[in-house]
């Protein structure tokens, strides 16, 4: 069965660093999420992507925040510079449609900014 | 604007238990409901969903939900729960109308621990 995957499992990095947070959606759909979840917290949405355009995104998603659907198969999420705030579990989701579909999530990259 | 509530944060349960964990959600339009369950560090798998039909809907692993929109309800249900259910469950949401956003809206999630 088909399965979104996101690369790498776990990173570490430095407050004020770069990230990318890479996944593969599945491969037929047309429509890609980015979730966040806080450590004891709810899963909160990020940011939706259609089309190669950014359909929707929350107030999370600020300046310091980006998506990119580099070739056919990736789609990344960047933040530039990291802080100790965005320390969370990504999770990177994608569905066939936008309505009556459900949303595929994958496992997940766990991020630590120290 | 939609919310999801869960009001458990926690519910414990022996093995063999019927359990049900409950979900209440506030929208002003009809939305599509689904329960995503995740298990100590993994990611979210897809249980069970409501798009339309049948306000009963089951799902994997023996569980089942149902739909009751005068209540703006979708409690989860399982009639015998065993030790490998125990994970967090969380009930997401978003609206079923056409052209609106299709962004999840999640509850906090319940945490179901089954003893032996």
């Known amino acids: 069965e088909p399965e979104v995957t996101q690369t790498p499992s776990h990173q570490v990095t430095q407050m004020g660093q770069e990230v990318i947070l890479r996944c593969v959606p599945i491969?037929?759909?047309?429509?890609f999420y980015w979730y966040r979840q806080i450590l004891g917290q709810k899963v909160e949405f990020l940011v939706s992507f259609y089309n190669n355009e950014i359909s929707e995104k929350s107030e999370i998603f600020d300046d310091q925040f980006s998506v990119e659907r580099p070739d056919g198969s990736n789609f990344t999420l960047k933040i530039r510079s990291t802080k100790l705030e965005d320390s969370a579990m990504y999770f990177c989701a994608s569905s066939p449609t936008a309505q009556g579909e459900t949303q595929y999530f994958g496992p997940g990259t766990r991020l630590l900014v120290l | 604007a939609q919310s999801v509530t869960q009001l458990d944060s926690q519910v414990p349960v022996f093995e063999e238990a019927p359990v049900e964990l409950r979900c209440n959600y506030s929208?002003?339009?009809?939305?599509?409901l689904f329960w995503y369950v995740q298990y100590p560090n993994q990611g979210l798998q897809l249980l069970l969903k409501?798009?339309?039909?049948?306000?009963l809907v089951k799902g994997i692993n023996g569980f089942e939900a149902e739909f009751n929109k005068s209540q703006t309800s979708f409690h989860l249900r399982k009639p015998s729960v065993h030790i490998s259910d125990t994970a967090e469950y969380f009930c997401a949401a978003y609206s079923a109308y056409g052209g609106a956003t299709n962004k999840l809206i999640f509850g906090t999630g319940t945490l179901l621990a089954v003893q032996p």
């Open positions: 491969s037929n759909h047309l429509y």
């Open positions: 929208s002003s339009v009809s939305v599509y």
């Open positions: 409501y798009l339309s039909g049948s306000t």
